[in-house]
């Protein structure tokens, strides 16, 4: 309670969340499925009981225990698609973040509304932001392509409206081939009015040679998926040996986060980030999958700093014109936040997590019956000119 006896806006909504006929947390804030209601229940309910999503329980993807504790409770603060409340638990195996319950697949199409920022992050729409992260985006690609073949193969798992894959046909060169992969039409539509060769699905389901790309990139994209350890398995399958996959993820070892992560932590999301990663459990999910680990270390964002702030301003209801200082936006507060975060990159605390994986050279893959066997590298045009590019 705050001063007075009123109860602060966490405290209201973890009443509401625990108090509620609809939705119910046991002590442990795991979420208990109330019994399934007929139309005409349905028909009964009030506007705010029809906003909530279908739900599923998970455990830890990382060390499939199903032992953790609660570290953060929100809202949709950005987008308010949902009238729920998320629980961010800790994995006490392993240190994973991850949202507990989580919406279903389903839902994908409403906890990822029209305008959605990876569906249109434009210099039009964002203006100097867009020109600066562009900037320093093409600066970290290049380090990443350094060495790459004059006729390499890259691929960008959850590229969504194809930002970074426009950055590379920008400053790469010309004879580079670049494959996008996203799940959401929306998003592949944008990329594609662009000119960009970018497919529509899951990289688990879409059909892409086997051992053919010389460099993956998965950025701010692992938080989104709902099964990483397959995920990573399907684009170590993609990659050619020895080829490396980039990883760009939200860090549960920063600072913004040791402040923020009772409720407003702008790496939640919620409820769009399912699973948010320290060194120690990124490095477990790489080795499950089957990677080699050359390095992992933290690099500079202002983002979640500047989220942070905003979900706290929208929690707490103060004026629009003060929570517009503190969006994608804002150039003031993402200039602040980046100097801040510059420093405590260099302690090793920066606000981003960067993962290089590398397949490894003599990789083995495990068929459906067990047995292991060496990937056969002309199979789908694994060998060099052995078939057309995609």
Known sequence: MVDGGYPTPRQRRFQD???????????????????????EAVIGMDAQTKQFLDLTSVQCCVCEADNAEPVGLG??????????????????????????????????????????????FSEREFGLAYRVRSRLEAKRLSGWCRGLPDDARILDVGCGDGFH?????????????????????????????????????????????????????????????????????????LLRPGSR??????????????????SYWGGYHFPRHWNLFNRDSLARLAEKAGFEVDDISTQVSPVNWVYSIHNALVDRETPQWLIDRFTLRSIVSLSAFTALDIVLQRLGKGGLLRAILRRPEEDQTQTANGALQQPALAELGGVRGASTRP
């Open 17 to 39: 969340c625990c108090g509620g006929s609809t939705r119910r947390w046991d002590r442990n804030c795991r979420y208990e499925r109330s019994p399934v209601v007929g139309p």
């Open 245 to 262: 996959l980039i990883i760009v993820t939200d860090n549960t070892d920063s600072l913004d986060f040791k402040l923020f992560k009772d």
């Open 75 to 120: 809202n949709d603060f950005e987008y308010r698609t949902s009238s729920d409340t998320f629980v961010a638990m800790r994995c006490r195996s392993c240190g994973l973040i991850y949202l507990n319950p989580r919406p279903s697949v389903s839902e994908f199409p409403r906890i990822y509304p029209p305008n959605y920022h990876a569906f249109g």
């Open 165 to 237: 894959l426009r950055l590379l046909r920008g400053f790469g060169n010309s004879r580079w081939t670049l494959v996008g992969v996203d799940i959401d039409k929306r998003a592949v539509e944008m990329a594609r009015r662009t000119g960009l060769h970018v497919r529509l699905g899951s990289v688990d389901d879409i059909d892409l040679p086997r051992d053919h790309y010389d460099l993956a990139l998965m950025i701010q994209t692992i938080e989104h998926v709902e099964n990483p350890v397959e995920a990573l398995r399907s684009v170590r399958r």
